[in-house]
C-alpha cells in the first residue's frame, strides 16, 4: 500500500486530494491554512457531499518535487488550526 493511500489522499501528478469531515476540519482552518500555504501550492475546496470538502492542493512552479511534504505540512496546519478554534 502507497504512502499515500495511508495518508488518506490521491495524488495525480503534482495534485493531491483528500475528502475533509467539516466536524474536524472547519471552513475557517482550511481558509486560514489555505492563505498560509499560498506561496507553495494552490489550494481549492469544493463541497463533496454534506458534512464533507475535497480539498485540492496543486503545487505551485519550484515546489512540485515537495508534493507529499506539502500535503503532510497543509493537513497538519489545518488540523491544529482546528484544534485552537475548538479550544478558544
Sequence with gaps: MSASAVLGFVQ???SASRIADTS??????LAATQMAFREHCRVRIEPAGPG???VVLTAT?????QLRSLVLAFWNYALDKAAQEKLD
Design 12 to 14: 495525480d501528478g503534482s
Design 24 to 29: 474536524l476540519y472547519s471552513r475557517s482552518a
Design 52 to 54: 464533507k470538502l475535497r
Design 61 to 65: 512552479t519550484g515546489h512540485q518535487g
